[in-house]
């Protein structure tokens, strides 16, 4: 870490020396000394970092490393309070001769010296170190990029993400997966309830294993209701029933019932007890710790003869032991894959390109790297995802092998297993290593919003500059460069976007490497109940358990403070946070997120380097006017807080990137979500690098200035009149970079006039109208990338026929129309070559929809109703060969007695069309499953 703690000090005093020189009169020549000196150490840091991994501890080297990264991190310091008391003596009485009164400089650090004394001594330190790298000749070494700079023909396509995965997945497990699936839908005990325990260390592929269990067709029409509940080491009772209540109903497509957040655990118990008393159920415990879960979830899964079935993933036998209960139990000891099966999955994974062939002249390489895996599939993944970036470089093969080979020389088995781990962390480019290590600030077993963590990478300064790209686009090519490694897992991908929306790091990464790295250079720390703390930790993520040791803290140098919910009740966050200016003056990221905080205290608004604040999901309602002072801020995060307005003083804030502000509100009707969007004071001229803007109230100022934010992707506007129409035209005309927009009218009734859009976003991928339109807007047929659109209370007269404009689109994926069109007929003809997802809602005067042979040829999913008037189900629904699902909503009995529900296996002929499933909806809580329907 020494090359990138250097490197990230190197780019601050670059950026000290542009932008605030003026401030270095008389010093200025000995920051710049700095700056090269440091920048003259980079062409041995790489090396002075591998040998310090390579040598025993205490060594001299890792002493001196250490050193090093704590020098870098010092200047870095300095550098932040330095310009945190210039901010503070400009507010509070001008700058005039601060630089000659600088006994608060730098506050415990250098309290005593002025600011020359301090560069001088800073300068000093640096000759040293630099001078005693000269004892360890250190090797110089050329400064890598990123492969994906390199080569982007290798760059991960994260929508592959799936597949890609799946691959790997399948080596060694179909015997074990095809014995549990056997097991679970029937045997000599399909009867009495079982359960099936699967114990191993972590990286063996368990949860893997489960999961294509889980997930097999036989599965899951043998268990209508199942459940995947994962555990971890941090979880309270209550919620593990919550959430198998919450899965159940999600799985069978029902609402979840009301008061569940209430209950205690004994009514939580009898509610589950009774959903499934008569029911065949299955229910999944991924990655259990504890042996008092079992005693406790037992007791809400009744063994009622119907064959249900339970499976655990563990790392602890004595877990798998407690689980055991009657003969029919099954514990099953996953073992590490065989040598055969290990060679296929590495060349699988290593050489997919070329259809898993090994090239002869790095199969000795190969087999001797396989050897050293032990049979881990997450080792070999890790290790086939750093080898892909070598390409067939034998040289580099060979370097790695050398460098493998020393390292596990007569190591434990479970140290191998971390050290093989590390190697990909040690390739990463020093760009890289603080972003994958930031997954140490989250919870273990949880996934991350990608634009959570790419806002928080950001305001921690982890992300350079790009010519020609957006900080966030920089912090995407990040991420996919850390996937393309196999050292973050994708989550969940859009489906029609191919955006990455959630992500995760392995368990076993997360503890073998990520923690232990974290721990030894005090990168993150997590508090809980009985910890220590370290004041030099960069980044905190504080339990409610350890507020009464978060409250001590009398001074840290953190850069990141998140709040999360861990064992025990929660607790509002604002009792440990008296005095958070004072003690936590170097914050950036400070993150109350799901937490029960219900005040910002005034404070917060002194804290002079914060980038990114986070009141998601809090019960905060007002922001206050002290928050005009954080003249850093980017990131300011309301969803679903409280906050209506947003204060004149924000208003003015020149860095903020991102002002998220909704809060959903559920609509009784069936699937319809309706938001609150947050006010905003005249006069937003300073948002000039505002990236996302979501969502606001319109007013006639806001509508003609949110035109100046011109770097704006994401713009939600809601209570729009028709007045405000042309204005907002212009300036959406002004926005080129624009990719999602949200329009909503102030009613249901109120027109939109959008029609006049000089300059259209070309780069427009999402865009959502909720208001009246007298036409379709003409420039909506201009807009290529458009994948999905959604047309909420248009009233469009049937004689314009919209479809005939919708059908050229040819990106289009979804397409949802709300009481949008007031017409009796509907045509879908030849076109909507790529539609996916089409949802017609609430026409209320349609009687016939027909599909012609050759429209909609991809449509997987459909959804009509209510439409009272509709007398059939669309004819020529048998052209849709691709369709899944068809969901109809409050459909009159008419039309549900026009469906055929074929019980008996089905027969797919010339004139019959087969759907996998239907969901017929009567009312909102009321939900009927056809598995399968048959139309002639």
């Known amino acids: 870490m020494a090359e990138t703690a250097v490197n990230i000090v190197i780019d601050k005093l670059v950026l000290l020396l542009r932008e605030e020189g003026n401030l270095l009169r008389g010093i200025h020549g000995d920051v710049t000394s700095i700056k090269d000196l440091l920048k003259s150490m980079k062409s041995f840091l790489k090396d002075a970092d591998a040998k310090a991994e390579r040598a025993y501890m205490g060594s001299g080297v890792k002493i001196w490393v250490k050193e090093t990264v704590e020098m870098a991190t010092h200047i870095e310091d300095a550098i932040d309070e330095y310009l945190h008391h210039?901010?503070?003596?400009?507010?509070?009485?001008?700058?005039?001769?601060?630089l000659h009164k600088t006994s608060n400089f730098l506050g415990g650090l250098f309290a005593r010296h002025d600011i020359a004394s301090e560069i001088q001594l800073i300068k000093k330190r640096v000759l040293q170190i630099q001078k005693t790298s000269e004892?360890?000749?250190?090797?110089?070494?050329?400064?890598?990029?990123?492969s994906f700079s390199r080569r982007d023909d290798m760059l991960f396509d994260p929508r592959m993400a799936s597949i890609y995965t799946e691959e790997a997945e399948l080596?060694?497990?179909?015997?074990?997966?095809?014995?549990?699936?056997?097991?679970s839908i029937g045997g000599e005990v399909a009867s009495r309830r079982s359960v099936s325990s699967l114990v191993g260390i972590g990286g063996l592929g368990k949860t893997t294993l489960a999961s294509k269990v889980y997930d097999n067709p036989r599965f899951t029409e043998w268990f209508d209701w199942r459940a995947w509940i994962t555990v971890s080491q941090s979880y309270k009772n209550e919620d593990i029933l919550r959430n198998m209540i919450a899965e159940f109903h999600r799985v069978r497509k029902e609402s979840v019932p009301e008061g569940i957040e209430t209950m205690d655990l004994k009514l939580l118990i009898d509610t589950l007890r009774e959903y499934l008393k008569e029911k065949r159920y299955a229910v999944v415990f991924d990655d259990v710790w504890s042996t008092n879960l079992w005693h406790c979830v037992k007791l809400a899964l009744p063994d009622n003869n119907n064959g249900s079935r339970?499976?655990?993933t563990t790392r602890k036998n004595e877990v798998a032991a407690a689980c055991r209960e009657a003969f029919s139990d099954q514990v099953y000891d996953v073992e590490p894959l065989s040598p055969d099966k290990v060679w296929e999955?590495?060349?699988?994974?290593?050489?997919?390109?070329?259809?898993?062939?090994?090239?002869?002249?790095?199969?000795k390489f190969a087999t001797t790297i396989v050897s050293r895996c032990g049979g881990l599939p997450l080792a070999i993944v890790a290790i086939s995802g750093l080898l892909q970036t070598k390409g067939g470089d034998v040289s580099q093969w060979r370097k790695l092998l050398d460098s493998l080979t020393s390292e596990l020389e007569?190591?434990?088995?479970?140290?191998?297993?971390?050290?093989?781990?590390?190697?990909?962390?040690?390739?990463l480019p020093y760009q890289l290593r603080p972003c994958f290590l930031y997954f140490g600030t989250y919870p273990e077993n949880r996934t991350v919003r990608c634009s959570r963590l790419i806002r928080q990478w950001i305001a921690a300064g982890f992300i350079k500059e790009q010519r020609g790209k957006t900080l966030e686009e920089v912090a995407e090519e990040y991420l996919t460069e850390l996937i393309q490694r196999s050292l973050v897992q994708v989550s969940l991908v859009d489906d029609f976007s191919g955006k990455l929306r959630e992500c995760q790091v392995h368990d076993v990464m997360r503890e073998a490497v990520i923690l232990l790295k974290a721990k030894d250079i005090s990168i993150s720390e997590f508090l809980e109940e009985d910890s220590s703390f370290n004041e030099n930790s960069r980044h905190l993520c504080v339990y409610s358990s350890a507020y009464n040791i978060f409250g001590s803290i009398e001074s840290s140098h953190a850069h990141s403070l998140c709040f999360s919910n861990g064992i025990g009740e929660p607790q509002n966050p604002l009792t440990a946070c008296s005095n958070l200016y004072k003690r936590f003056k170097l914050l950036r990221v400070l993150d109350f997120e799901d937490s029960l905080l219900d005040n910002l205290p005034e404070e917060v608004g002194y804290i002079y380097h914060l980038r990114y604040l986070s009141l998601r999901n809090t019960r905060v309602k007002i922001l206050p006017k002290s928050m005009g002072k954080l003249v850093n801020l980017e990131t300011l995060d309301l969803k679903h807080s409280l906050v209506h307005q947003i204060p004149l003083e924000i208003n003015k804030l020149p860095k903020l990137r991102s002002l998220l502000a909704y809060t959903e509100e559920k609509n009784k009707e069936f699937s319809f979500t309706s938001r609150r969007a947050v006010v905003i004071q005249d006069g937003i001229e300073s948002w000039g690098n505002l990236q996302k803007l979501y969502?606001?109230?319109?007013?006639?100022?806001?509508?003609?200035?949110?035109?100046?934010?011109?770097?704006?992707?994401?713009?939600?506007?809601?209570?729009?009149?028709?007045?405000?129409?042309?204005?907002?035209?212009?300036s959406i005309g002004k926005m080129p970079h624009l990719q999602s927009l949200e329009v909503k009218a102030i009613n249901s009734d109120e027109i939109i006039d959008i029609q006049h859009m000089s300059n259209p976003p070309q780069r427009l991928q999402g865009f959502y109208l909720m208001g009246r339109l007298e036409k379709l807007p003409d420039w909506i047929a201009g807009l290529c990338l458009l994948t999905r659109l959604s047309l909420c209370w248009s009233g469009l007269a049937g004689d314009q026929d919209p479809l005939k404009v919708l059908q050229v689109l040819p990106n289009l994926m979804q397409l949802v129309i709300h009481e949008a069109f007031s017409c009796e007929e509907l045509h879908f003809e030849r076109g909507f070559l790529k539609l996916k997802d089409l949802r017609l809602r609430h026409l209320k005067g349609l009687k016939l929809m027909t599909i012609h042979n050759g429209a909609l040829p991809l449509l997987e999913t459909l959804e009509i109703g209510p439409s009272p008037q509709l007398q059939q189900v669309p004819s020529g629904i048998r052209h849709l060969e691709n369709l899944k699902s068809l969901l109809l909503v409050d459909m009159p009995s008419h039309f549900m007695d026009g469906i055929h529900v074929q019980e008996t296996e089905h027969r797919v002929g010339p004139k019959v069309f087969f759907i996998q499933s239907i969901i017929g909806t009567n009312t909102f809580r009321t939900v009927k499953v056809i598995d399968s329907a048959i139309f002639v």
Do not use: M
């Open 310 to 312: 339970i499976i655990i």
């Open 695 to 730: 969502d606001v109230e319109a007013s006639n100022s806001l509508v003609k200035e949110v035109g100046n934010s011109t770097q704006l992707r994401t713009l939600g506007i809601h209570k729009l009149t028709r007045k405000q129409g042309k204005d907002l035209c212009a």
């Open 171 to 183: 080596v060694g497990i179909q015997t074990l997966r095809d014995k549990l699936t056997g097991w």
């Open 86 to 98: 210039v901010a503070d003596r400009r507010n509070k009485r001008g700058f005039t001769g601060f």
């Open 410 to 427: 007569s190591n434990p088995h479970l140290t191998n297993i971390t050290k093989i781990l590390s190697f990909s962390y040690y390739d």
């Open 135 to 146: 004892v360890y000749r250190f090797n110089s070494t050329e400064q890598t990029s990123f």
């Open 345 to 363: 999955l590495f060349c699988k994974k290593t050489f997919r390109v070329s259809g898993g062939y090994c090239p002869p002249e790095l199969k």
